[in-house]
């Protein structure tokens, strides 16, 4: 039987709890909709760490940070460590890459055949964190509460052109795959940045939200001292202390927020059409990196465990699975396995080391109930930081602060920490007993800062004197593209031509 091709949407920070069941019906999202109806949907699906590059690194490589070594934005991914493209490019798959994947390293590929981009975000160490600096804030890189007072509307940004361009070169990439001049299956991932902030949205997408329902938070910021200590490490962080957040501006976000969901699902439909359009086949994933809070409790961006940051959507359609709504907890850390699974690759070499698991039998009716494990050792933290999803229940555990424990059930918004609460002393004492036989969070700790450390010395040495950047340059063989003098022109012509003339 042949192998189906794969087509990946990834997008960059959007709160799974806006889809808990595809799309929440008030967004105008018409292609994701339409993805969603003969989707596998995940209700429960979370990021194995709520920053960039280390939930990017384990949606390839089924490995959490703490595994992987990525534990920030500016942690090398590398190239020993097998990928989905690896694994699928290794059992004969052509395999592109369109947009964002926070590689950082010298190595930017990490199994694609092609890349068509390079990447938004520097490739470098420049964004190590320092936990021997506790509560230093870098400025130059830090995200701060401008991108919530400056947002608006605008017809072009950073962001808007690199999706663009994103879109634009996986729609083209689509058309030539339909020419059949390679008959290898395919793995095209497109890779979006947005709706990650700054919240700043197309006059078109802007307008739809006018009357918009959502614009304001279901729970409002708190005083600094009601939040926990994880909290307030990110508001300083963002150094929240140096802007004034007013009732306005957090409507203004939102929207932004909500109107570049619009905007990514006409970039996701066009790449969509092209696919239709020249009637090739693929099975379909959608998922984000991680969330955003969206002004929730009063915090923004990503950073923490509560759901906003750390649940992403996930939705599968293939013929394996069948079209429905998943409640089980899940990881991004699964889709590598599922991939795998999907398209009939074996994992066998390196299995014992992957902690992601296939998909597939929860798209057969099948059951889940192993725990979803989360990391995060990055900026906003000052040591590394666990949790565990197990059935309703999600424990986050740290070495610097009181253990939290949540019922998701009867508590959604995670407003009332369980922890010392003696009537479930029995389900904290198996939630930490499971924590602790997974990590020793003295050995990560230990981990993370020979690593930060490491990096400081790289960075200031290869910065003095000349340098060599490590960003991906997108090569264009100008040589080989239209027509050239040692092609034949009706040669050319017909093989470059979907259908082919008669």
């Keep these: 039987m042949s192998k189906l091709n794969i087509l990946i949407f990834m997008v960059d920070q959007l709160n799974g709890t806006l889809f808990p069941d595809g799309p929440a019906e008030w967004l105008h999202a018409p292609n994701l909709k339409k993805l969603a109806s003969k989707s596998t949907r995940f209700k429960n699906a ?10 990017r690194a384990a949606f390839m490589s089924g490995l959490l940070p703490s595994r992987s070594r990525v534990y920030d934005n500016a942690a090398e991914f590398e190239s020993d460590i097998p990928t989905y493209a690896h694994h699928l490019r290794r059992a004969g798959y052509q395999t592109c890459l369109s947009g964002k994947m926070h590689f ?3 190595d930017q590929m990490h199994g694609f055949e092609e890349r068509l981009t390079t990447d938004i975000y520097p490739a470098d160490f420049g964004w190590t964190p320092d936990y021997r600096k506790p509560g230093e804030r870098i400025e130059w890189w830090y995200h ?5 007072t400056g947002a608006g509307v605008a017809e072009i940004s950073n962001q808007m052109e690199y999706d663009d361009e994103v879109a634009y070169n996986a729609t083209r990439k689509v058309y030539d795959l339909a020419r059949g001049n390679d008959d290898r299956p ?3 991932t497109v890779s979006f940045t947005h709706p990650h902030d700054p919240y700043v949205a197309r006059k078109k997408y802007w307008d739809l939200y006018e009357d918009c329902e959502h614009l304001l938070p279901e729970v409002p910021a708190m005083n600094y001292d009601d939040h926990d200590a994880h909290s307030q490490r990110i508001f300083d962080a963002n150094d929240w202390r140096n802007f004034d957040i007013k009732e306005d501006q957090i409507k203004r976000a939102r929207r932004a927020y909500f109107a570049n969901i619009s905007y990514l699902d006409d970039k996701i439909g066009e790449v969509m059409e092209a696919l239709e359009t020249t009637r090739q086949e693929a099975i379909i994933l959608f998922v984000s990196d991680h969330g955003d809070m969206l002004g929730e409790r009063g915090l923004w961006f ?3 465990f509560f759901e906003g940051s750390s649940r992403v959507p996930l939705m599968i359609a293939s013929p394996e ?3 429905g709504l998943i409640e089980a907890p899940v990881s991004n850390l699964d889709v590598t396995p599922t991939l795998c699974d999907l398209a009939g690759v074996s994992m066998e070499a390196i299995a014992p080391w992957v902690q992601g698991e296939t998909l597939v039998p929860l798209g057969q009716g099948g059951e889940r109930t192993a725990p979803v494990a989360m990391e995060y050792a990055a900026e906003a933290s000052y040591a590394p930081m666990v949790s565990l999803r197990y059935g309703p229940w999600k424990y986050n555990r740290c070495a610097l602060d009181p253990d939290q424990l949540f019922n998701l059930e009867t508590d959604p918004h995670e407003l009332t920490n369980l922890a010392d609460v003696l009537e479930h002393k029995g389900t904290l004492d198996q939630l930490r007993a499971k924590s602790e036989a997974r990590w020793d969070l003295d050995m990560f700790d230990a981990q993370v800062r020979e690593s930060q450390a490491r990096r400081w010395v790289v960075y200031e040495a290869l910065r003095n004197g ?16 239209y027509m050239r003098n040692h092609m034949n022109l009706d040669g050319l012509e017909d093989s470059q031509r979907f259908p082919r003339g008669e």
């Design 302 to 304: 990503k950073m923490s």
């Design 321 to 323: 699975m069948e079209a």
């Design 186 to 188: 395919w793995c095209l």
């Design 104 to 106: 950082v390293g010298p």
């Design 46 to 55: 979370y990021t194995a760490s709520p920053l960039c590059a280390p939930g």
């Design 466 to 481: 000349e340098y060599f950047p490590w960003d991906y340059q997108p090569l264009q063989k100008a040589s080989e593209r």
């Design 144 to 148: 701060n509460m401008g991108s919530v």
